[in-house]
């Protein structure tokens, strides 16, 4: 019994289907828990806040077929970039390898990164204006960077898990990885960059993204 | 990745023997390699190559053209129509999993839309809060503590593990149609399926080859966190409260980033090996 109640209570991919049948057994059993572990710490709700916030802000957006294409994506931009810390972000893709690079390339390094962000998913955004997202849990890491745990209903990514990765910084929660289904965004760049920092040095790695860069703008 | 494992699944029926014996003997040596690792890398990016070419050249075109014919609705209907016959595999693997809710969860799916849903083309059970599972018998072997492996790229199949390709054996072997069916009739479901599939996410592939510097590394990065995650079971792996903070204190590692020498030396300590395991630093590197 005790395994079927942990198995049930486990999945929390299914939660919501689950969560009505498991809910008298989990009052039950979280009842035996002390009620601080219950309660989602101030971190959480914090962090919980600026996902639900960008979430709306980027939805509504979308939605308002009003604007043209191009601005939409242009204010999707602001509300992101505002919600995202890409300083963090950039240096944790890079590791290791940050102290590498001096300020300068440091510096050239996060631009390019940015606009390489914003070209690999500004011209794919078209796509989610179908979608909700429903926030299905937040949970703090133990050294303070709270997840938030997102589901996106309906649309072409019906039932995708997405996790959001908040850390604060003087106060401040943002974003600084998104994990799809299990796939990191940092994790994911990371790899990619790392054999081009190893073979060719910062220089490359810069030289390359600026190329991909190019390349997006010609697109556009 | 799926509809490789469709089509794997389909010529793995034929081919198990062989493979079997293949298999057995590429498990035996690489099992020691560290997760992440990519031994075989030189071999894997040469077949990925192959594949690319056979993608661009073959699959993709007529690919285009299914998603010019075929509306989107429609392919989502043809997508869960193969899925829902797919039942007897997630099924069996909850089972050897031993998680009875989701087996039983899936036979009511099953039953569900095998007949309001009218054979599978649409899913009312997932209306009903009831949603499908995923599993397969790679992840059962993930589950049963069996280690990936290196990263191996098959032929046409492409991206999986040692463990994935007994999995995906397995799992063909667990088709009803299987047996009912010759091959060449399964072989051309699988090709449909395969197609359809191909053609729903054309946008996405194309806009992945294009964004990536490296595609080949991001798509190893992907397939291997993607098949990590759902050994893991993302929270369905509960049962395992240990688990989950094993998982939890990686995590930590993975975001640390002391590398401005603004952090205490606490970080440092976690990662005195240097280069070693990308999953342990991803947040704290260094």
């Known amino acids: ?220 | 990745m799926g509809c490789w494992g469709e089509l794997a699944a389909r010529i793995g029926s034929a081919a198990a023997a062989l493979s079997c014996a293949l298999v057995a003997g590429a498990i035996a040596a690489p099992l020691a390699a560290a997760d992440g690792e990519d031994p075989w890398e030189p071999m894997n990016r040469g077949i990925f190559r192959f594949n690319e070419g056979v993608d661009r050249t073959v699959v993709e075109p007529i690919a285009g053209v299914v998603d010019v014919v075929l509306p989107d609705p429609v392919e989502r209907a043809i997508r869960r129509f193969f899925e829902n016959s797919m039942f007897p595999v997630r099924f069996l693997n909850n089972l050897l999993q031993t998680k009875p809710v989701s087996a039983v969860e899936e036979l009511a799916r099953f039953t569900i839309n095998t007949t309001i849903g009218v054979a599978g083309l649409f899913d009312p059970a997932t209306h009903l809060g009831i949603e499908d599972t995923r599993e397969d018998f790679g992840q059962t072997l993930g589950v049963w503590g069996v280690p990936p492996g290196p990263y191996l790229v098959l032929p046409l199949l492409g991206p999986s593990s040692p463990r994935d390709t007994v999995g995906l054996i397995a799992d063909s072997a667990a088709r009803v149609y299987t047996y009912f069916v010759p091959f060449y009739v399964s072989t051309s479901i699988g090709a449909g399926d395969l197609l359809n599939r191909r053609s729903l996410a054309i946008d996405d592939i194309a806009a992945e080859r294009a964004a990536a510097l490296d595609y080949y590394v991001a798509v190893r990065n992907a397939y291997r966190s993607y098949r990590e995650n759902q050994v893991r079971d993302r929270g369905e792996g509960e049962e395992g409260d240990s688990e989950d903070r094993e998982d939890q204190v990686d995590r930590e590692d993975l975001y640390d980033s002391g590398e401005t020498g603004d952090d205490s030396g606490a970080e440092l300590e976690l990662d005195s090996e240097g280069d070693s395991d990308d999953e342990d630093d991803l947040y704290y590197p260094e």
């Not at chain 1, 509504?60 to 043209?68: E, G």
């Not at chain 1, 300020?103 to 204006?129: C, H, M, P, W």
């Open chain 1, 1 to 220: 019994m005790t395994r079927m109640i942990s198995t049930i209570r486990s999945n929390r991919q299914r939660a919501a289907a689950r969560a009505r049948v498991a809910l008298g057994v989990a009052v039950a059993v979280l009842g035996a828990l002390p009620v601080a572990a219950l309660a989602a710490t101030e971190s959480e709700a914090l962090a919980r806040a600026v996902v639900s916030e960008t979430v709306d802000e980027v939805l509504a957006v979308l939605r308002d077929k009003a604007i043209p294409a191009e601005d939409r994506i242009r204010s999707i931009e602001t509300i992101v970039y505002g919600r995202f810390d890409l300083q963090v972000m950039s240096r944790l893709v890079l590791a290791r390898n940050w102290k590498r690079f001096s300020e300068q390339q440091q510096a050239e390094y996060v631009a390019e990164f940015k606009r390489y962000l914003t070209n690999s998913y500004g011209s794919r955004i078209e796509r989610y204006d179908q979608q909700t997202v429903e926030i299905t849990g937040a949970r703090e890491e133990p050294r303070g960077d709270v997840v938030v745990q997102t589901k996106i209903i309906g649309g072409e990514f019906e039932g995708a898990l997405v996790d959001y990765r908040l850390r604060s910084q003087n106060g401040e929660w943002r974003v600084i990885d998104v994990v799809i289904e299990g796939i990191s965004m940092v994790s994911n760049y990371r790899d990619q960059f790392k054999s081009i920092v190893s073979s060719g040095g910062p220089d490359l790695l810069i030289e390359k993204l600026r190329e991909k860069n190019a390349a997006g703008m010609a697109l556009e």
